[in-house]
């Protein structure tokens, strides 16, 4: 299904002439080297700025090597190869591989047909690479920086030619006629269905990313290198038969999914790399990424204030997708030892994925969030599970599975993963921080949860809910009144109840709220004296909280997960209902916002 899906995307992308047919690519090219028909230079082309990167050219499809796989590009490669010169200090046993790989390009021109040797163009390079002195070309003023180089790729240009002679009419001929190569007989493709010339192997893909103290190489996505993996005796490409033209295709459109000048259909997340297409032209295709990715970028209004509302904002954007049919496909993929693993796969209608991204943005909305201006993003959400919401303190493997399982919840509509609530829980109970996102990620499980389960349990709301009965979510609630009540009776406090007990209320509360309630005591004696309208409105709201606890004995002795989340719920929509519940004047002695540690 996934190498079918990318078959369709290459003919998708085949049409709009954004890749190229079966034996040519896309290549940068930093250097090109312009001769006359005798083969005589006339001068040495940077193609690209001073970065060393060049023009993409269209060139024949680059070879496979491996270890002394002494195999050429048709008519481009880097120095080694084109010109038998090595790079800056190569030792002795680099230097004896240099002339062979040199040899390997003249090799490979002379193997050439008479007919694509008779062209102008490939006969000039002949004659260029027959001459013993290059002293011309290593006069030219970019020299040093074309050495200095290294690996960069070099072609060739015929003096008069718009195209590079690997472009040449005679040679295009050559490599279509030859594109299937090294085959592995007739079969019939597992792709396409078709019977088909088998590909012997796959071309490679590029641009996944390596894991961190790695660098990044071209990876086999299909490949049979062992003997354990093989079977019934046959070999490399025999084992999963896909013709000739889905290979190339598969990974053609794989190679411009990934390239960096299309950065609006991939992203990276912890280890694992995305990429993700449409079948037909859709602008759900250019936001996806803007969505759950970093979709949340500031706006202003017109008035030049910052736009607060990011969630109603994205559920606008969103709702034009929810009729539409178009098939759209997301495909998640890691560094394996000698190939590319699947970590994740998901299909489906357009619509059918943006009703669930709206389901998840409803789960997630809390009051409160929407002062967060990453809110909703995954890896914002990530980062509630991290130590003080610094995704760099995850590790990258732990980082990507979660966000697979995350992925997955999203669009496939499963619940959310316990990882995420056991770990945001965790950091609230440790940092005493009950962010906004973190309060969104609980939230989001446990509403999840309930509905997937056919739970019972009263669906946790996106404000303050005085109908729920739940014991860990009244605690909280109890617990912020509390604490409203500390700050009120001692304003400069620095170090309040919640810095003190947070975590203990959390999974004993039984244990801590005995101290509590007699400290509210004292407090509360504060606020009458100083605040008596205040003070009333702290007794009122202690007694709707307690109604249903038959004193401090009816508290828990512990709270289990669940209850631990509604416990940070219910306290975050205490303190974030403070404001609309007391008199305006009163309201700033209560305000208590937090400050988050910002994404590194």
Not at 6 to 33: C, N
Not at 435 to 459: D, H, M, N, Q, Y
């Amino acid at each position: 299904m996934i190498l079918q899906s990318l078959v369709h995307y290459y003919d998708r992308l085949l049409t709009e002439d954004a890749v190229q047919p079966s034996g040519f690519q896309e290549k940068e090219i930093p250097w090109v080297i312009e001769i006359n028909g005798d083969g005589r230079f006339v001068r040495l082309i940077r193609t690209g700025g001073e970065n060393g990167r060049g023009r993409r050219f269209v060139v024949p499809y680059e070879v496979k090597r491996s270890g002394d796989n002494f195999t050429a590009n048709l008519l481009w490669d880097n120095l080694e190869y084109v010109l038998g010169v090595p790079r800056p200090k190569a030792n002795a046993g680099q230097l004896r591989k240099v002339v062979r790989r040199h040899a390997a390009f003249v090799e490979r021109l002379r193997s050439l047909p008479n007919a694509t040797r008779n062209d102008p163009g490939v006969a000039a390079v002949e004659r260029f690479l027959a001459q013993s002195d290059w002293s011309g070309l290593k006069a030219a003023e970019e020299w040093n920086d074309l050495v200095a180089s290294g690996t960069a790729n070099i072609s060739f240009l015929l003096k008069g030619d718009a195209d590079l002679v690997c472009a040449r009419e005679a040679v295009c001929r050559y490599v279509e006629a030859n594109a299937i190569t090294q085959n592995s007989g007739m079969a019939r493709c597992l792709v396409t269905g078709e019977q088909s010339v088998i590909a012997r192997t796959h071309n490679r893909v590029k641009g996944v990313r390596a894991p961190k103290g790695q660098q990044s190489r071209d990876t086999d996505l299909v490949s049979f290198n062992e003997d354990a993996f093989r079977s019934h005796g046959w070999s490399q490409g025999q084992n999963a038969p896909v013709g000739e033209r889905a290979a190339h295709a598969y990974v053609a459109a794989l190679n411009w999914l990934l390239h960096r000048d299309h950065a609006s259909h991939h992203f990276v997340e912890g280890d694992t790399t995305y990429v993700f297409w449409a079948e037909a032209k859709t602008t759900f295709e250019d936001e996806f990424a803007h969505l759950l990715g970093g979709y949340a970028e500031q706006t202003t209004d017109d008035d030049g204030t910052a736009a607060r509302n990011v969630l109603e904002s994205v559920r606008k954007g969103i709702r034009p997708h929810i009729e539409d049919p178009t098939p759209f496909c997301v495909l998640g993929l890691a560094p394996n030892a000698a190939r590319l693993a699947v970590r994740y796969w998901h299909i489906g209608p357009v619509g059918e994925m943006a009703g669930r991204i709206l389901a998840h943005f409803d789960d997630l909305d809390v009051t409160g969030l929407d002062r967060d201006r990453h809110a909703g993003a995954a890896w914002r959400l990530i980062s509630a599970a991290a130590v003080k919401g610094k995704l760099s303190s995850l590790q990258d493997q732990f980082r990507g599975r979660l966000f697979s399982e995350l992925l997955a919840a999203v669009l496939d509509g499963r619940p959310y993963p316990d990882t995420l609530l056991a770990r945001a829980v965790e950091r609230c109970r440790a940092e005493q921080a009950p962010w906004p996102v973190r309060v969104a990620v609980i939230k989001a499980v446990l509403c999840r949860r309930a509905r997937t389960a056919g739970s019972i349990e009263r669906e946790v709301t996106v404000s303050l809910d005085r109908e729920n009965r739940s014991p860990g979510y009244r605690l909280g609630r109890l617990f912020a009144v509390l604490e409203g009540i500390q700050r009120v009776a001692n304003p400069n406090i620095n170090t309040t109840i919640r810095d003190r007990y947070f975590g203990a209320a959390t999974t004993t509360p039984r244990a801590v709220f005995t101290e509590l309630m007699r400290l509210k005591t004292a407090h509360l004696r504060k606020v009458r004296r100083a605040k008596p309208g205040l003070a009333v409105h702290f007794e009122k709201t202690l007694d709707e909280i307690m109604n249903g606890f038959d004193g401090l004995a009816a508290f828990p002795a512990h709270l289990g997960l669940e209850e631990q989340g509604r416990f940070v719920v219910g306290y975050h929509h205490q303190r974030s209902s403070v404001a609309s519940d007391v008199p305006e004047a009163d309201a700033t002695e209560l305000d208590s916002s937090e400050t988050e540690a910002s994404e590194e």
